[in-house]
């Protein structure tokens, strides 16, 4: 069986003719129209796609400091045809950081803590339209993002008279250097 095999390799390497090379590009032709049929097909279904963005929080209110958050991740599924996954995935270069304004933060105080939370769903909608192609959002985890806070006392300036500053003398300091070789 194993001589067979070889033999059968052997004789596939030998040059058979003109009648052989024409039917050798023949195969190669459909079997090229064949694999772009089927990428067709393959590439006009739509898709589910998870996207995980590194969340960085910009926008704190000025009199709070964020202390504490709930997650740095954002995950967002959407669903996409074919040709977007495959463009997406493979193509285009990915920039996963993601920069979530707190101004639209739901700020709540109880007990002398402070907390907020800001729902992702219109988060998930920006990150959406940046990526350039028709795609509808399917889930967006966490649903809500919550913070600890803590307010920032204002810090109080001192008044200083307005006084004119005493002459300065110039000082002048050298410094020698000296090469030991």
């Known amino acids: 069986m194993k001589n067979g095999f070889i033999d059968l390799i052997g004789k596939a390497g030998k040059n058979r003719g003109d009648n052989f090379r024409s039917q050798l590009y023949v195969f190669?032709?459909?079997?090229?129209?064949?694999?772009?049929?089927?990428?067709l097909v393959r590439l006009s279904r739509d898709y589910?796609?998870?996207?995980?963005?590194?969340?960085?929080y910009t926008q704190v209110p000025s009199n709070l400091r964020l202390t504490g958050f709930?997650?740095?991740?954002?995950?967002l599924s959407i669903r996409l045809q074919g040709f977007d996954f495959f463009s997406e995935e493979f193509l285009r270069p990915r920039n996963l950081n993601y920069n979530v304004s707190l101004r639209k933060m739901k700020i709540h105080?109880?007990?002398?803590?402070?907390?907020?939370?800001?729902?992702?769903?219109?988060?998930?909608?920006?990150?959406?339209?940046?990526?350039?192609f028709p795609s509808e959002i399917f889930t967006v985890y966490p649903d809500t993002l919550f913070f600890e806070l803590e307010k920032v006392s204002p810090q109080k300036l001192q008044h200083i008279?307005?006084?004119?500053?005493?002459?300065?003398?110039?000082?002048t300091d050298s410094l020698k250097l000296q090469n030991t070789r």
């Open 48 to 56: 589910f796609y998870t996207i995980n963005y590194r969340v960085h």
């Open 28 to 39: 190669i032709v459909c079997l090229l129209i064949s694999i772009f049929i089927w990428s």
């Open 161 to 171: 008279a307005s006084m004119p500053a005493p002459a300065l003398e110039p000082k």
């Open 109 to 132: 105080q109880a007990n002398g803590e402070i907390s907020g939370y800001l729902p992702t769903y219109e988060t998930g909608r920006e990150l959406t339209a940046r990526l350039n």
């Open 70 to 75: 709930s997650d740095s991740v954002l995950t």
